[in-house]
């Protein structure tokens, strides 16, 4: 992953080899050469710079934790990697093929040094690299922020940099990207960029106003983001739970009468004691979450009534006092979601049946409005079928015989 380079949903770090071979396709006139050499000396500084950054980035602390090729060449040689390596790299070989000067260009960097053979580089031992835990990825995820509302078309990572360095220090950009229907990456006009600090991230966020062009940009920080997204994607999949629920409970209501019988399977499927309580929910816990845990305990779960983003909500069981056989498993009747202790207790008497009541109630409802959106649908489609039989031309072919015999 080059710096603030594109990058796609699935983050791929490792820059492409290219084969390192460099040619020149034709030789270079002497006012080329002039121009060329008049350009480089106005430029040489920036591109030093530029060099530096990119270098400095390939072996910062972001790139380090996912490039695994870049980390197994460190391992060859006590830290140390040939410029013939890094070469390979697409990014700065477009910047500079000569060794000579991307030596020159980290001569002032703190991060890097370089080998007494000039043939090799490393990341500094006074450097070390942190530990990449738990601790590390929540510290990294304080300081990055989601910014939404760049040009779906000619937006590039060179275009984003520029217009981010006018803003507060920062160590990557991510341009979010998708694959479209011909497995080609389009980007989606949102990038994730993560600070130096946790300063620099909190002054961005608190500008009043941040335009790209004449378009204001949105932002959030990305910790708010993901527990959005999160939250959309449990939403979706619940409702797809919930209209798989009513299609099987539909074909079990064709085996009722009208008599009554369904209420009363509906009684059944509602035994005493099976009711778990939870509250101290962890802020990203999910639907999925509390069916893991609670599954490991044998817990045979029937219904799960939980949104992401509640502190609380109940876990109905299969069976007849199967709650308590399930709490009697958990250690202090807590059981531990996201890092955190979630206490569950058995529902009991009067907010046992006050539960059980709803839950019918509930059941219920969602069965009447499935039904009536299904009778609906067959009168539709029933007025439709009539109105085709009446506008055929042979409608009714016996009539039509009849009537030529007369």
């Known amino acids: 992953m080059e710096n603030g380079q594109e990058e796609t949903k699935v983050e791929t770090v490792k820059d492409d080899a290219t084969d390192g071979e460099f040619k020149n396709e034709k030789p270079v006139s ?46 060859l040689d006590d830290g140390w990697v040939p410029m013939t390596v890094l070469l390979t790299f697409k990014m700065l070989a477009s910047m500079s093929q000569d060794a000579d000067l991307i030596l020159k260009a980290i001569e002032s960097s703190d991060l890097m040094e370089v080998s007494e053979d000039k043939k090799k580089i490393r990341r500094s031992p006074k450097h070390p690299l942190p530990v990449y835990d738990e601790e590390y990825r929540k510290a990294q995820e304080a300081k990055t922020i989601y910014v939404k509302g760049f040009p779906l078309q000619g937006t590039n990572i060179e275009k984003l940099k520029t217009f981010f360095n ?30 130096k600090t946790l300063d ?112 609380e909500g109940w876990v109905r069981l299969q069976g007849e006092n199967s709650a308590k056989s399930v709490i009697d498993k958990m250690e202090k009747s807590k059981v531990l979601i996201r890092d955190k202790e979630v206490i569950c207790r058995v529902l009991e008497g009067e907010e046992e049946e006050k539960y059980l009541s709803k839950a019918k109630e509930d059941m219920a409802n969602c069965r009447q409005k499935y039904n009536k959106g299904k009778k609906g649908k067959k009168g539709r489609n029933a007025h439709r079928a009539q109105r085709k039989r009446r506008n055929s031309d042979n409608s009714d072919p016996v009539t039509a015989k009849k009537a030529v015999l007369d």
Not at 166 to 187: C, G
Not at 231 to 255: G, I, L, P, T, V
Request: one cysteine or more.
């Open 200 to 311: 620099d991230a909190k002054t961005f966020m608190a500008r009043e106003s941040i335009k790209y062009g004449d378009t204001e940009l949105i932002k959030k920080w990305s910790a708010d983001y993901s527990i959005e997204k999160a939250k959309e994607k449990e939403d979706r999949r619940q409702k797809r739970s919930e209209m798989k629920a009513k299609k099987n409970e539909s074909k079990k209501e064709k085996q009722d009468d009208e008599s009554g019988e369904a209420d009363e399977d509906e009684e059944k499927k509602l035994p005493k004691g099976c009711v778990i309580h939870f509250s101290d929910v962890p802020e990203k816990c999910t639907r999925e979450d509390i069916k893991e845990h609670l599954g490991k305990l044998d817990a045979s779960i029937a219904f799960v009534d939980f949104k992401i983003g509640d502190k």
């Open 30 to 75: 002497k006012v080329e050469e002039n121009t060329a050499k008049q350009t480089s000396e106005e430029s040489s500084s920036e591109l030093l710079e530029r060099i530096k950054n990119q270098i400095e980035f390939y072996f910062g602390d972001v790139n380090m934790q996912r490039d695994k090729f870049l980390v197994e060449q460190t391992k």
């Open 166 to 195: 006018a803003f507060e220090p920062y160590e990557n950009i991510i341009m979010r990207k998708y694959q479209d229907k011909d497995k080609k990456l389009q980007f989606k006009g949102s990038v994730f960029v993560q600070f």
